[in-house]
């Protein structure tokens, strides 16, 4: 217990947290036995007179509006006092007995879809009070969400204060204009719709931030949900909306999403909606029998027919620009069944069915859009892309082609093209096309990426750099562009230059896994031993299944020898993978060092038998095999490791290959030749 008094009165019982930014603690009143509540000290960024004189005015104004909310909704937690002292600001707090929804979301045990609604619900009525008295939460998250213990209602705590600086952990629910300090009202809109996918998905802090690496290539929005995952389709699209990463494109007011979630849980009102349809339908149908008695050809142009079909058609192209996908699908549905030679329709919807992620659907709406219409450029632009996702990339390919023939100053189908020629390895058309689309689109940063991506695989690591040069140059906040080009100073043996890029895209996401693991190896191969481990434990403690990590540490750790703590990451990845070739081969070098050449032998067997064609487990039991005496065994597993090695162009390793069969064969060696002590390592 600590001796001093905070303010003269609040004595600290526990230390909370504890960050650069400042303390949180819980106290008691001695004035008031038994009471609790919490203080959070605030350190100012400055100690300049000028600038104390500004953030104290600041704070006591904050301070003020925060105290007279939690006096108008029962579900935020009240600002009981505020006071200076040594410099410092203190707020103290209502301390609310309870359970954090950080308890509640279980790792594979989703919330059900009316706990998340009712969640959300009782959320977004607490940030319509706040935004509307001008306070955004800016750290809303799991642990700042309490059920309250008195009556199992959701709270809201840990309000951002004056200090606005970004804190270390739960990154994962902060949306990117909040990282550049750009903050918005609906940056607490944004982490309220991960806390929801979190919960529905019953993903851990760890698992939740990898949703940042899973995005749509082409909308650049996470994907979470598909359409195999028995969630309600509405809840998923508002969730969408929710999260979109361009905050212009979210949803800008609480009481929109409130809304729209009513109409989830309100039947009168989704029953409104039918009848307002049928009555469309029906009047249609009216007119039409009118029709009949005047004429028959009046039946083919009944003009409210096509007021209906119009109606639609322009309610589903409202909705999907406000990107209620699923509402958009069930107009343009309505649209094609008045209409079916709507072909507009067909690739509107098309369209919608690819932001849902059903690309079998998307390219079907596409096709019969260019059934319908063959110059619409846009069905086969938008078919091309439902084709690249499908995995066929010959049919992309034709598609981007002739969207680029009815429309040649499409940026857009170059890039799609470029990419399907990626995959399908026509490296000079796709350099064309990625280099066409940035003539066309000068700011175009995706194209400059996948160029200097494939210019790097091209051995042309020049125009590689130049060309994340230019990213980094248009968009400093772009962190897969410091990656690439840390991957590529990497090759170049360029070791500190690559240090300076993946550190600078973890400063921008931290929470980059790969930036991490590659620069634990340079860490690693430049013999900073506890740089590489922290890199290396950092990325478990993101995610404690990301198998790589296990085997990146236990190569690091063999590198000084502590073989034992080696076997652990290896057998804690094929826990995880039990397929995983790299880490019975480094696992049996492990073993090998400790003089276990049973258990050696052992896994790189298991190795040969998931991969018959990896050279390196043939390599390696060829050296186990030289030590056990086996001489034919040992030769055999050498040519297989050789001929493999050349077809795989590893020529150095050809060579260690033969030299070893040269030995075994008492052929004269060169005067170097010496057997190793053991295997070929590999990393996954």
Partial sequence: MNSHLLNGHYQILKVLTNSENGK?????????????FIVKQLSPPSSNPQALTILRSLFASQAETLEKLGQKHEKLQKLIAYFEEKEEFYIVQEFIPGNPLSDEIIQ????????????LSEILEVLVILHSNGVIHQHINPANIIRRKSDQKFVLVNFGTVNKAIPNDNLEYIPIEQVNGNLKYNS??????????????????????NLRTQKNRLTGEIVWWNKNLKINRKLAIIINKMVRFDYRKRYQYATEVLDDLKKITNIKHDQQRQHQKKLLLVMAGITGCIALGIGAWQLRSSKPLTDAQQTFYQQGVSRYEAGNYEEAVEDFNQAIELDPQNALA?????????????????????????????QDANAYFDRGFAFSELGKYKEAIADYTQAIKLNSENAYAYYGRGLA????????????????????KPQYTEAYLQRGILSRRLRQRLEAIQDFNTVIKINPSDAKAFYQRGLTQSINKQKYAALKDYTDAININPKYIEAYLNRGDIYSDLGNKLEATEDYNAILKIDPKFTAAYIHRGIHRSSFGDYKGAIEDYTEALKLNPNDVAAYNNRGNAYLELGNKKAANQDYSRAIAINANNALAYYNRGVIRTKQKNKQGAIADFRKSAKLFQQQGEKDSYQDAQREIAILQNKSTPAKATRPKSGKREKN
């Fill in 346 to 374: 067909y690739n509107r919807r098309g369209d919608a069915y690819y932001r849902l992620g059903d690309y079998e659907q998307a390219q079907a709406d596409s096709s019969q859009a260019i059934l319908l219409n063959p």
């Fill in 24 to 36: 949180t603690y819980l106290v008691e009143d001695i004035n008031l036995p038994s009471s609790e």
């Fill in 188 to 209: 607490d809109i944004y982490a309220l719709g991960i806390v929801a996918i979190a919960a529905l998905l019953g993903l851990s802090g760890n698992e939740i931030s």
């Fill in 421 to 440: 020629r990626v995959q399908v390895k026509d490296h000079k058309a796709a350099m064309a096309d990625f280099s066409k689309a940035i003539a066309l």
């Fill in 108 to 119: 594979g045990q989703p919330l059900t879809e009316d706990q998340v609604i009712s969640l």
